[in-house]
């Protein structure tokens, strides 16, 4: 792991990168990585969160800023921008149930091809899909997905990159801190090593490569 | 009463102690307000916090402790929170008793749909597509007809949430329940009667010799 | 949930039972609930855990009192009884890699009806499963698996049934509590609601069905 | 110096400052001994700890703080803990960089059997499979010969492992890489030919110009 500024970390993010961003309608989300790739002026990134929040919130900033070329996420309807965006054609929204999303990323994480979920059978998220019959009971196989970037909002982190999150804000972060390329940390706080608990660490310090620095 | 709390003190009456229960937003998130007294149910949100409590006094918020729609909430003694796999593994795997939802049209059968109007309307399926395949009960918070229409209709025009029926769909108007796989009038709300529910209501409905008043 | 006696808790599992023990070499078993197992004199079981730890420890203690019809585990190298018994006939025993067997139980309590995993491609392990290919990549399609009870050995237990472990007795505990019929839970110490963080606990309270005294 | 010395020494030198690295049973633990001064690694154990340090002092065992093979370790400042379907989720997903197993034979593709010897002992694969399938490197930790035989076979007689090569074999005779798919001698234990190894060595090994010598 190595620490760096903020305008470090976020200009190894090409355009036209993937990004998993934590966060649930912005709770959890990294803002200040959110931010600067605004700032950056940053186009055509696929981001992969659970939502893209509302405008001027999180995820919300990048679509304001016409950053995304396309979204995979479960849920849309708290930004009305974004479906503006999807309806005009400036955008491409892929959407996925919270579950399947969730599970998706793990086994991109975990070294899974990909999971059998019963969520889907029958409506339209099914398409093009195969599907699978367990013990009777039919499924759908969803395959595992992985992006090039995670920006994880932590609470705290040590010096090592060991991580814990803070309430409602972990969501999705330990998960997609396991299924990048790169992992790139925000944390609140910034705490010398053994401050953590062995027992109390979300996501350990060899899944993180970039901390940023809080200045 | 208005139909809102009709809704949601009925839904209420279902909650038994010890539940584990997922309310979406909207009326759904009302029935936390009508808990039996006596009664304790554990509120789950799925964006990772079990013990939900009530919203916070003025000034006691904290930017991460918030429901699913991301408005403040409290937690509990013996709340716990979790990562969006494992709140998922909850609600897919069986373990939360009873998820109560909104609905645009629920089918003759039970079938739900709520996340899309094509061309209109595309919020998202959220976590609602896990919630109606997953949750052991699944309870319907809706009124009884939109604009005039009804929203228990045939067959569904929308794109469903999912192929597994609901358990029950309360509105101001009745109590529908799905239990035996047919849309069966178990319920009317005081003052409405059983021919009012059916002009109210394009599915076909099983009406059993006695249908009792919703005591609320 | 309800707390009971270990001996009230034990009636409850039949002869002829699935139990899913926690526990890697003994470290984090509920050994109470195992001493209680063999006292009360079961028989026919099914244990589906990690290890059948050694003679004396753990599951090993079912192994030499003959409570076992089978094991479904990683390994049994520390255990020279549980491989005698195997090779004599007298208690069937299905090995299944450990990562394979941890993600079987977690899809099992978590309503998933399987995963793809690339271990055992190619080895005995894929006898009889059905092979996937995913972007280019071979896996086996590995299915979820559950149990009449799990036997959890927590470290802090609260009243409403949240749990937490310690250190390496973690292992098995937390995923089991999730993919049994019912849930039995031996805690080191049973503390007050409020006690354990919200953000510590490991598994939440309603998958809890029995907790035993303390006494 | 004794062959399990020999080989622990030489595998530490595949370390690198920040690596997640398993080591196996047996001579894989004596590595841990040898981690060359100023190079910081995480052994993973996984049975659930990251952050492995020495075993502990007399009186300060913890019966909840133990290695895979149930010994108790003590745990470095800024060691973590996790339950095993995070364990293997770090094991199989790639994220530990390097694992050292031992090996009842590799072939000359580099495929390893060490998990059981039919008919005859039956330990159970446990995480090996895990382990060689998922790690970005493996390196096999083991004596060239049993019992004056070769187990760098042609082609393995026992059930393999895994069908993904291993990265490296060390002995106390040799290293053989399998980096570019073919068994390749790169290097001899002080004091032992070309000539010995390959006499020792049933698998067709390809011998550069070059050969060095361990430096231990």
Redesign the interface.
Known sequence: MRTLTLEEAVTKIPDGASLMIGG?????TPERIVDELVRQGKRELTVIA??T??PGVGIGKLVSAGALRKAI??????NLET?QR??GGKME?E?V????L??RI?AGGFGLGGIL?????????ETGKQKLTVNGKEFLLEIALRADFALVGA?LADYLGNLT???????????IATAADTVIVAAEHIVPVGVIAPDHV?TPAPLVDYLITNT | MDAQTIIARRIALELRE?M?VNLGIGIPTLVANHVPEGVRV?FQ???????TGPAPEEGMQ?????D???RPVT?L???????????????????V?MTVLGALQVDAQGRLANWMIPGK??????????LV??ARRVVVAMQHTAKGKPKIVTRCTL?????RPVSLVVTEMAVISFADGAATLIETAPDVSVEQVLAATEAELRVPSRVTQMQL
């Not at chain 1, 979920?117 to 998220?125: E, K, R, S």
């Open positions: 649930f309608m912005g709770v959890g659970n939502d929040a509302a996420v479960s849920h849309i309807g708290t479906q999807m309806i929204v959407l149930p919270q579950g399947t969730i599970e793990r979920t019963p969520t889907g059978v029958g409506t339209v998220v609470f999150y803070a309430l409602t804000g972990r969501n999705f972060n330990p998960v979300m | 010890g584990l554990f949100s799925e964006n990772g916090l079990m013990g904290h930017r991460l402790l918030t699913a729609g991301g937690a003694p013996g709340a716990c929170t979790f990562d969006s796999a494992m709140s998922f593994g909850l609600i897919r795997g069986g373990h008793d309307m595309v919020p998202g399926m959220g976590g609602a597509m896990d395949t997953g794109p469903l949430t999912s192929v």
